[in-house]
């Protein structure tokens, strides 16, 4: 299964294809917003680049080959133990001395019989995670009532009848709580399993922990957890209480040796909850105009990313590797469009991906008024359309490797047709979206407090703190032999080369004094390596920190009538936060595709500070601030006489615009 599935086939075939088919699974088992969650998931981790896709590709593989087995291990046996006594007997001391027993302990003797690799790693994968699934089974088919046994019974079915018709159908979710727990247990074997030689992201993860590779840690911890969470999303039965993936990893650790607690309460569950007939409110012909600007500009900015972007040389790309920079004109003359990662890169794939939402709520909101998911309305492609609109422009305006004079034969960068058109397509969504939350009915779930939120400011200007903090802290590490190519760097650079030289000159000639000539070569060296450091301010680098913290300004702005520091009226309020809250996306998103691109293009050596971490972490707590009012809207119900029978007339006239849901 291994070499078929695995090697011969995942690992081999394009990403692509494999994030269709995981999406169409996805679909077919849960629903359509798992499947696009899946898509989008699975596409990062395809974009960070194919070194990483086959290491997840292998991840996904190998855990798929684990929890096949076990489901076609454990699910029978946990049957057998079901249904007869002795078999249960038997078969509990094995699993509680699987449970017991650490992974360490019966993992050498499956590396001594076959040795180390995927093979060994994945029976040591399946002894871990097969026990829960073996319990809940069991449970399951035990809890079916007797009464409803003893009936299929008294009517003349079969044995076989009766476990396949009766049993197996009743203990269902028992089992697929099962299958789930298996499925995290396993994932959390991953690390033993890099260990043991196994592929995939784990041992990416082992190697940047030997390493000390900090890059690699975090575009591998990245793709680790967008997987797991994917195939835990996929594996949870339909209806299951959501919860935190780190939660529920937790839950699967602590409940190891009973798991039936974990099991949804299958009365709680059986209920069937009566639903009044929701209708709400339309969409007048304002609104409509308003969705069609924004549709129009998100549009644009979809065709900017297919359209040149730089042309001649990279222009962020070129921070983290040389090449791009056009040093010796191989680039000259070139085009990359937003996507490419010598283009846009990552600010091109999040303005693809922020207008493409902006495009999703204008359908769904338009098709389905207030039955579309949560954020596919006015407040969410506001939140988007000012997004797009601050990462176009910081891309546009941010310094290149010419403009910080890092590189005297350098090429400066131009601006393509692409890049004046996402700025324009961005300009057109965010007029489109500010008009439509303007007229968009939506109310809150519960009335505002009438008091000033100081709590939401507060956490604004801790933002803004911690975004001033990331501003002047280091976004770049750059180690490369060649990174001190300005005029400047090069005469300081071939200096220390000379004194280097002249003390291994010395140290030759005068051996009584050599510790002295070794401690001051050791510091001429360590000065020589020393990586330079560039903050996301100075003229040194992109100055992309300066753009994040403009807008988390604005956000203090306009924060203040999102708290109700003007009036405590719940529309202006809400329409407000939106806008604070896309302000605090769109800082959060500069330092997000400033890493990203140089994950996916950089050289290793050249490694992200720590600067865009804490622009980004700045950036997301202004988008917190306003999320416990923007939670509160929806769009406004009308109430009425929804049963057959009346006109749309008698209806219209019927039915009364409710305040709230």
Sequence with gaps: M???????????????????????IAWLTRNAKVAAFVAVALTICGLLGDGY????????????????????IGIPVGIACGRVD???????????????????????????????????????TMVFALPPLIRLTNLGIRQVPADVVE????????????????????????????????????????????????????????RAINNQNAALAASAGLAFFLVAVVLDRMSQREGTESTYFLKRIYLAWKHLREPEVLIPDAEASALVKHQEVEVFSPIVSRERLAMAVSLVGAAVAILSTFLPWSIDAGRMSAFGRWSDASLEGQLAGQAFSGLDSSGGSWFGIAVFALASFVILAVIGAWARPGHAPRWLAADGATIAGICLLIVAWAHFWGQSVWDARLAPDAVDPAHGVGMYLAIAGGLIAVIGVVLWIRVAEHTPLHPLPTRIGWGSLIGLGIAVIVLVVGMFS????????????????LAESEARAQRIEELVRLSEEDPDNNATYAADLLVETAIARKPSFTDGISRGGAQLGLWALVAGLLA??????????????????????????????????????????????????????????????????????????????????????????????????????????
């Design 2 to 24: 291994i070499r078929n599935l695995v090697r011969d086939f995942l690992v081999e075939i394009s990403w692509i294809w494999i994030v269709v088919a995981m999406a169409l």
């Design 53 to 72: 896709w086959k290491e997840t590709a292998a991840t996904i593989g190998f855990i798929g080959v684990a929890v096949i087995l076990c489901v076609a």
């Design 86 to 124: 002795s078999v249960w007997q038997v078969t509990r001391p094995i699993l509680d001395a699987m449970q017991v027993v650490h992974s360490f302990v019966y993992m050498l003797p499956f590396i001594w019989f076959f040795g180390l690799g995927e093979v060994s790693a994945t029976m040591v």
């Design 151 to 206: 009936a299929s019974r008294a009517y003349g079915a079969s044995e076989l009848r009766v476990l396949f018709d009766v049993q197996i159908p009743l203990a269902r979710p028992a089992i697929m709580t099962g299958i789930n727990q298996t499925l995290l247990l396993a994932i959390s074997m991953l690390g033993i399993a890099a260990i043991m030689g196994a592929p995939g992201l784990g041992r990416l993860l082992f």
């Design 474 to 489: 280091a976004w770049s590490a750059d180690s490369r032999p060649d990174r001190a190519i300005t005029p400047e760097a």
């Design 556 to 661: 203090i702005v306009t924060g203040l009538p999102a708290a109700g520091v003007f009036g405590t009226n719940e529309q202006r309020r809400w329409r407000w936060s939106a806008v604070t809250a896309g302000l605090g996306l769109g800082a959060a998103s500069i330092a997000f595709a400033w890493l990203f691109t140089h994950v996916r293009s950089g050289d290793p050596q050249f490694v992200t500070g720590i600067g865009a971490f804490l622009t980004m972490l700045g950036g997301l707590m202004v988008l917190a601030s306003t999320m416990k009012i923007l939670k509160e809207f929806r769009r406004a119900k009308v109430y009425g006489d929804a049963l057959g029978g009346d006109t749309a007339a008698d209806s219209a006239a019927k039915a009364t615009v409710g305040a709230s849901m």
